[in-house]
């Protein structure tokens, strides 16, 4: 019979080759490396926990830190990060609080996602975008409200369905099942000697 712990070692080998050591490709501040935190058994449960909640809604995907990174994972083998990257850079966007420095960031994200020919060009229609272009003359928080909505729509109502039909993703919410099956009996502590 397979311990806990060895059956936690295989769940994070399995996640660690779906993430790939995914690199998230925005200004969010974090690395977007996956971190497994400690080796405890009450943690893998939670980890389990969220990669089954991950198919619940695509709110808890999006919440889930590890969430974001595996769907970062997937929509790059699909050459489609960018709608991803603008979402989390408009969430880190709307937390900037300096007038000077959320009117320079909001031109580098329209720039990068949202005008013509952008590098990381997003797919919104044409009205959507000349309502952003307008909206930068005054910037606020919630300029890019309306395309990053209709970017999370087209990512809830495609992406994120094949996402949770991706073989890695079934295969790994398996894992996560029969971990959280199993109950605690190894323990990481050494075995007491009556």
Same mark, same amino acid.
């Given at each position: 019979?397979?311990?806990?712990?060895?059956?936690?070692?295989?769940?994070?080998?399995?996640?660690?080759?779906?993430?790939?050591?995914?690199?998230?490709?925005?200004?969010?501040?974090?690395?977007?490396?996956?971190?497994?935190?400690?080796?405890?058994?009450?943690?893998?449960?939670?980890?389990?926990?969220?990669?089954?909640?991950?198919?619940?809604?695509?709110?808890?995907?999006?919440?889930?830190?590890?969430?974001?990174?595996?769907?970062?994972?997937?929509?790059?083998?699909?050459?489609?990060?960018?709608?991803?990257?603008?979402?989390?850079?408009?969430?880190?966007?709307?937390?900037?609080?300096?007038?000077?420095?959320?009117?320079?960031?909001?031109?580098?994200?329209?720039?990068?996602?949202?005008?013509?020919?952008?590098?990381?060009?997003?797919?919104?229609?044409?009205?959507?975008?000349?309502?952003?272009?307008?909206?930068? %003359?005054?910037?606020?928080?919630?300029?890019?409200?309306?395309? %990053?909505?209709?970017?999370?729509?087209?990512?809830?109502?495609?992406?994120?369905?094949?996402?949770?039909?991706?073989?890695?993703?079934?295969?790994?919410?398996?894992?996560?099942?029969?971990?959280?099956?199993?109950?605690?009996?190894?323990?990481?502590?050494?075995?007491?000697?009556?």
């Amino acid at each position: 019979m397979l311990c806990d712990a060895s059956r936690a070692k295989e769940f994070k080998t399995r996640l660690g080759i779906f993430l790939h050591k995914s690199e998230l490709g925005c200004d969010t501040g974090s690395s977007g490396k996956f971190e497994w935190g400690s080796k405890h058994g009450k943690e893998n449960r939670n980890f389990s926990e969220d990669v089954l909640g991950w198919r619940e809604s695509f709110d808890l995907l999006l919440s889930s830190k590890n969430g974001v990174a595996a769907f970062h994972a997937f929509l790059k083998t699909e050459f489609s990060e960018e709608n991803l990257e603008f979402w989390l850079a408009c969430e880190e966007f709307k937390k900037i609080q300096s007038a000077t420095k959320r009117a320079s960031r909001a031109h580098r994200i329209f720039e990068e996602f949202i005008c013509s020919e952008a590098p990381k060009e997003v797919n919104i229609d044409h009205e959507t975008r000349e309502l952003t272009r307008m909206n930068l %003359q005054t910037v606020t928080a919630t300029c890019f409200d309306t395309a %990053q909505g209709k970017t999370r729509t087209l990512m809830e109502k495609d992406s994120y369905p094949r996402f949770l039909k991706s073989p890695t993703y079934r295969d790994l919410a398996a894992q996560a099942s029969a971990a959280s099956a199993t109950p605690s009996s190894c323990s990481l502590a050494e075995p007491s000697h009556t």
